[in-house]
């Protein structure tokens, strides 16, 4: 394979940037062209394409969002959209294409390949960590590195004031960024979408939690179950004290890549063009026990995630 294509699309998250940093040179070490392909799948189909080398690339590792920007693009859940990116890279002949996203922009991959034949590797880049193949997705630790950050500020002025702040974190129908916040903050109550919650019990438990001698609470709220101004309202009857509600919204997406985002994509570009490189082509590439894997990306687009009840389980036991 001697020419290939990168994109980012969908949300963006921190890490991105190290992905295509490690992407354009691993590819350019092996001999390959490479074309950045802006705003996503809507760039491919309106063919806004910049060629890529070793130092377009350079000090962008620890920037947040992607250098090539993103995009949703509905056109390309429909068959004329489909054909206008298949076309455009069909016209410069690009053999290739590493997609940096969540499940949606593997899902414009997977037709491209199966409908198309372009050979298309994914790369899992998005906050929600909602991609069951992989145990990590490129942003997460970020996002929740973010989110304990902000809560702890939260936790300063609750206590000062003796009020109990919800706070609603993103993750669309996923839990795992209200889970490990909820863990890393030693939040009173988390509420996630996978499990069902009382919301009485969680009432008396910070009732409880006063009573000890703490003088605030936090709730965390996944989006995937509510706004935190909608659980806020129902939780106030139920407690003698101020609630408020906080929404973390798109701080969660932005800012400096933690170093365990960094390596990640540096580790998951490197692999992708790899494989490329190598003629392996419809994968999506992952971590796994430490290690990079990769997979069907047809098979890894199907696969349904699994919550991971045990640490909610523990979360529960010492949030008392």
């Not at 490129?138 to 109990?164: P, Q, W, Y």
């Amino acid at each position: 394979m001697k020419r290939i294509g990168i994109l980012t699309s969908g949300g963006d998250a921190p890490g991105m940037n190290a992905a295509i940093r490690a992407a354009v040179r691993t590819a350019t070490a092996n001999g390959m062209e490479v074309f950045g392909i802006l705003r996503g799948y809507t760039g491919l189909i309106e063919d806004t394409l910049i060629p890529m080398d070793e130092m377009s690339v350079t000090g962008i590792a620890g920037k947040g969002g992607t250098i090539l920007r993103t995009a949703r693009c509905l056109e390309m859940l429909e068959k004329p959209g489909q054909e206008k990116a298949a076309s455009t890279l069909r016209r410069h002949n690009i053999e290739g294409l590493i997609v940096i996203g969540g499940d949606g922009s593997f899902t414009g991959a997977k037709t491209l390949a199966e409908n198309y034949g372009i050979a298309a590797v994914g790369i899992p880049g998005t906050i929600d960590n909602d991609l069951a193949y992989t145990d990590y997705t490129l942003g997460f630790d970020t996002a929740v590195n973010t989110c304990v950050e902000a809560i702890g500020k939260l936790r300063d002025t609750m206590e000062s004031h003796e009020r109990i702040s919800v706070v609603e974190v993103m993750g669309r129908h996923c839990g795992d960024i209200a889970l490990y916040a909820g863990i890393a903050t030693g939040a009173e109550a988390t509420v996630v979408p996978e499990a069902p919650y009382d919301l009485n019990a969680i009432a008396e438990r910070i009732k409880a939690s006063r009573a000890r001698g703490k003088h605030s609470g936090i709730v965390i709220v996944a989006e995937g179950v509510m706004s935190g101004e909608a659980f806020a309202k129902q939780l106030q009857p139920l407690l003698p004290y101020d609630v408020r509600a906080t929404n973390l919204g798109h701080i969660q997406r932005g800012g400096t890549p933690t170093m365990a985002d960094r390596v990640l994509g540096a580790r998951l570009g490197n692999r992708a063009a790899e494989l490329l490189k190598e003629g392996v082509q419809n994968r999506a590439v992952g971590i796994h026990k430490n290690a990079i894997i990769d997979m069907d990306i047809f098979e890894a687009v199907s696969m349904k995630k699994q919550f991971d009840g045990a640490l909610l389980s523990m979360l529960q036991t010492i949030s008392l």
